[in-house]
């Protein structure tokens, strides 16, 4: 199962040099958006606490079967 993990903000990582800054992460994010929407199988807002995602992602997979 491949899991989209949605968030509303964008983290840059100096570590990383395709996401660098806010404006080469976004343009990296809106290059890759559909692949990311065609490949998974379920998507997850990914914005509040670890456990309430990891009970959401709970739940999508539970309403595949």
Same mark, same amino acid.
């Given at each position: *199962? +491949? *899991?989209? $993990?949605?968030?509303? /903000? &964008?983290? %840059? /990582?100096?570590?990383? %040099? &395709?996401?660098?800054?806010?404006? /080469? &992460?976004?343009?990296?994010? =809106?290059?890759?958006? !559909? $692949? #990311?929407?065609? #490949?998974?199988? +379920?998507? *997850? =807002?990914?914005? !509040?606490? $670890?456990?309430?995602?990891?009970?959401? +992602? &709970?739940?999508? +997979? !539970? =309403?595949?079967?």
């Amino acid at each position: *199962v +491949i *899991v989209w $993990l949605q968030r509303n /903000s &964008l983290f %840059p /990582s100096s570590d990383r %040099p &395709l996401s660098a800054d806010e404006a /080469s &992460l976004k343009k990296l994010y =809106e290059q890759r958006r !559909g $692949l #990311y929407e065609m #490949y998974s199988d +379920i998507q *997850v =807002e990914n914005n !509040g606490t $670890l456990e309430d995602t990891a009970e959401q +992602i &709970l739940k999508k +997979i !539970g =309403e595949r079967k």
